[in-house]
């Protein structure tokens, strides 16, 4: 009878006892394994998320009438990021809405821009 190798957990290297195909000693083990192999990824997320989130609760701030003109100046003091939104629609004449979630601004000129909201879908 040929001796089968021992299996040891991915994350503590403790013996393994149970299923063949078993991988880790503990739920603990497992979620802690997993929670390393994402964490660069989750912290991405996380971070992008966390500025759309600040960006749609400053459009909303600057825009209680749901149609207001604010200059570009003011998004900058309270730290709006341009480089992130949610999506974008393009009209027929070629103007750009960009939205986060659904507070949406529209470039006028360099200096001003028109806060809307999304229309209920």
Do not use: H, W
């Not at 013996?15 to 990824?41: H, M, P, T, V």
């Not at 659904?102 to 821009?113: H, V």
């Amino acid at each position: 009878m040929a001796k089968t190798e021992e299996k040891v957990c991915l994350e503590c290297g403790e013996k393994i006892k149970g299923r063949a195909d078993k991988k880790f000693c503990s739920d603990q083990c497992r979620i802690s394994y997993n929670n390393k192999l994402n964490s660069d990824e989750t912290n991405y997320v996380r971070n992008v998320n966390n500025i759309l989130r600040k960006n749609r609760r400053i459009l909303m701030a600057l825009n209680p009438t749901a149609k207001t003109r604010v200059s570009r100046e003011k998004l900058n003091e309270k730290g709006f990021d341009f480089g992130y939104f949610t999506s974008q629609y393009k009209t027929k004449e070629g103007a750009i809405y960009y939205y986060c979630y659904e507070q949406g601004y529209l470039e006028m000129d360099k200096n001003y821009f028109l806060l809307v909201v999304k229309k209920e879908m």
